[in-house]
Structure formats: C-alpha cells, structure tokens
C-alpha cells in the first residue's frame, strides 16, 4: 500500500530535512523541504515534487498545486496560492528522487 511507502515527521532520515515545512504566509502557503537547512537540490540528489492538499471547512479533500524544482537551479520552497480562510488542514508532500515520499500537515 502506498501509505507504508510515505514517511512521516521523526523517522531517522528526517535529519537529512525531508520532511515539508508548511507555512501560511497571508493568502499563499508556503511548503519548503527543510526548515533551518534546506534538502540538497543537486544534480544527483533533489526534490522531484512537491504537492500540497487541503481539506477545506466542509471536508472536501482536493489537490491544491503542485510544484516540480529544478535541480541545481532552484531550492525546493514553492508558494501556492490558496483561499487559506476556507481550508481547516494543509496536506503536504513531496518526493525525493532517492530517498523517497515524505509528508507533513498542518492544522489551522
Ligand atoms: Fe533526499
């Protein structure tokens, strides 16, 4: 099942800052791979995508965007525009190409 495949906050290879930070920033949202040191963007190591989710204040589940950073070029950060006020949980994940899925969210 894919879920077994997704790690979360506090695994052993979250020290490597794999795990998406999410952060509301007026009407935009911003998901980065990493807080304080940023997930490597190399040519041989980077962040594939990012994806962030949201469940809105009746329940609905949706897709909200996705961003796909280029290696070398630029750092994993992508700012998605959302009608934050109609969203009560933010979703996110994002795919290392060798170490993987990784998620987070975040409560509002
Ligand atoms: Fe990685």
Known sequence: MIHELIHKPGEEMAKEKHVPHIEVLGDKVKV?????????????????????????????????????????EEQPVAHFSVDVSNQKEFHALIFCNIHGLWENKLDL
């Open 32 to 72: 980065s791979c990493g807080k304080e040191i940023m997930h490597p963007s190399t040519n041989e190591h980077y962040i594939v995508w990012m994806k962030l989710y949201g469940i809105d204040k009746e329940g609905k589940f949706r897709e909200l965007g996705s961003y796909y950073p280029k290696p070398v």
